[in-house]
């Protein structure tokens, strides 16, 4: 059974860093392309960052390029996000989610079979 959760949200204020980790069990991460996706309310889940099983192969949101940066940890089963300068505006329930291809795609949710159960980001002025 695939599993997936996520740690490390909480409350920060602006120009603070939190990490969040995305734990999983039932596959290896080398079969994967695992995303971090979050939710603000009333707005649509967009997707923050996205590794895939190719070295080096990462994407990033406008919004948060140069103050996240994703990793994975491979003997662990464990993809980290590493948010840094963090804004009011990136205020949300992160999720992390899990794929079994090597395309690294972190446009559509739909493209992800399975998700982690989220962690509530807030981030205040």
């Known amino acids: 059974e695939v599993q997936l959760v996520e740690s490390g949200g909480g409350l920060v204020q602006a120009g603070g860093s939190l990490r969040l980790s995305c734990a999983a069990a039932?596959?290896?991460?080398?079969?994967?392309?695992i995303g971090w996706f979050r939710q603000a309310p009333g707005k649509e889940r967009e997707g923050v960052s996205c590794?895939?099983?190719?070295?080096?192969?990462?994407y990033y949101a406008d919004s948060v390029k140069g103050r996240f940066t994703i990793s994975s940890d491979n003997a662990k089963n464990t993809v980290y996000l590493q948010m840094n300068s963090l804004k009011p505006e990136d205020t949300a329930v992160y999720y992390c989610?899990?794929?079994?291809?090597?395309?690294?795609?972190?446009?559509?949710?739909?493209?992800?079979?399975?998700w982690g159960q989220g962690t509530q980001v807030t981030v205040s002025s």
């Open positions: 039932g596959f290896t991460f080398d079969d994967y392309t």
């Open positions: 989610a899990a794929v079994e291809s090597s395309v690294l795609s972190c446009i559509s949710f739909s493209f992800y079979d399975y």
């Open positions: 590794i895939s099983n190719s070295p080096g192969s990462a």
